[in-house]
């Protein structure tokens, strides 16, 4: 088969599209013909060096995929079988290997390009608001980079739950599409003054969950607004790996602040968050009440053009990469 390398000798870590060995099916692993996967920050990380694959991952990057079931091994799928699934490696090739209990089926109306952009955020997005927040119908949530892939998700995903949802994006045409995806109030994610924004809005009052992807210095502001007993879930550091913050105010409130990882998490556990996601959300994904948001389809071999994108901050939702041109 073909996949995505990264030339490590090369200054820029060339992405190139060249041969590769075919994935060999573990036990309980299906052979997949991938037609479209998208593009995470993890990729760009791993493409970088700093963020090697868990043991046992296939070492090409992509950690998600829609395509044709090849070879159904012993589960209870066919060939020919439309899914799409969460990987921990492995996506940007012609083929892979995955878990027959991370595979979700893709809807005959969807393109490819449009299931490949589903698995990672919007798992990552349920699993952290619901799973590790607690967010409960009625609560109110912060979600930061509102108009990336998992902020994107997101908002979708809290409104359907009956939750109220405030977002923070970094321009004005991001912070419109976070109103259209359902947020009521968007603030500007690199004006420093974001928790009193959030806190005038409330009228004083905090917010209950706040899903954060900056870390750094947002730490501190995000705990000012938080409501008693609020839970903030970080997702990653793009702000920055130190902080200084106020104890007081996290045993006065009694927050909780929860780091949360997807990728590296035991395949049983994943098989039961997509089992979670689809029992909640596969109803209205397949009526249309939510849906993935592709900001550009770019061919495979235009994976660097696509890595830099999410460099720039210039995406609103996800950028997937096709692999079969089939749609
Ligand atoms: N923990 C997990 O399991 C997990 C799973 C998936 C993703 N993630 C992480 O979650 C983050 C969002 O993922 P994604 O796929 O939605 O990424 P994405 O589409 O690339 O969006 C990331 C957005 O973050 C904002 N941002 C960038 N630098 C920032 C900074 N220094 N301070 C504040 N905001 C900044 C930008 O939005 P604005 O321009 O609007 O500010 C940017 O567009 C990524 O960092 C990713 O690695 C974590």
Known sequence: MHAISVDTKSEDRALRWEEAADPVAGAGEVIVDIHATAVNRADLLQRSGHYPPPPGAPDILGLEMAGVVADPAGSDLAAGDRVCALLAGGGYAERVAVDARLLLPVPDDWPMTRAAALPEVFLTAFVNLFGEAGLQGGETV????????????????????????????????????????????????????????VTGYLNGAGVDVILDVAGGSHLSRNLH???????????????????EIDLGLVLTRRLRIIGSLLRSRPVDEKAQIVADFRARFWDPLLAGAIQPVVDRVLPIADAQEAHDVLSANANVGKVVLEVRGSD
């Open 142 to 197: 912060l979600i930061h980079a509102g108009a990336s892939g998992v902020g994107s998700a997101a908002i979708q995903l809290a409104r359907h739950a009956g939750c109220r949802v405030l977002a923070s994006a970094g321009n004005d045409l991001k912070r419109e599409r976070c109103r259209q995806f359902g947020a009521e109030f968007v603030c500007d994610s690199r004006d420093e003054g974001f928790a009193d924004e």
């Open 225 to 243: 607004c938080l409501a008693p007993k609020g839970r903030l879930v970080l997702l990653s550091l793009l702000g920055g790996r130190n902080s």
